[in-house]
């Protein structure tokens, strides 16, 4: 890997300090199972839930993959869709992993009740799903080819 673009993923996966965000996390899912890219910007305790709008950002997407807004559907990527979710504040589950659903994502909330400017948008954590192949299911080929069944 070249010495820059090891620097960047090394510089993401720190965080910047002082900006406000916290440092990226690392989740690994495997193909065809689920997995929970956590977001704690949501405060479940408060009294008065306050009005926003959930976004999952995906790096290399032009729009978010999710984005939701109070009781109305959300807009999901054709990619993604009846296989995301939120749950427990704004985590995302993504169901059915696929290999190319490994990436960077990120989760930003924006609240329509406070003032905010354009950077407390970006508000998230980023987050790197790599997604591993599934293993096989039964011992079966590798023992024929070893030759260790008889036969």
Known sequence: ??????????????????????????????????????????DAHEARPPLYVIEWVRFGFVLP????????????????I????????ASLRIDLLRAEDQGWYECRVLFLDRHSTD???????????TVNGTAPSHPWPLLCCCGLIAG
């Open 119 to 129: 950077a407390d948008f970006q508000n998230g954590t980023w987050i790197h799903l």
């Open 82 to 89: 009846g296989r995301v979710r939120i749950e427990e504040g």
């Open 1 to 42: 890997m070249r010495w820059w673009l090891r620097a960047a993923v090394l510089s993401l996966l720190a965080g910047v300090e002082g900006s406000g965000q916290s440092p990226a996390r690392a989740v690994v899912g495997r193909v065809g199972q689920s997995t929970v890219l956590g977001c704690d910007l949501l």
């Open 65 to 80: 993959i999710f984005i939701k807004f109070g009781l109305y559907s959300p807009r999901v990527d054709p990619e993604y």
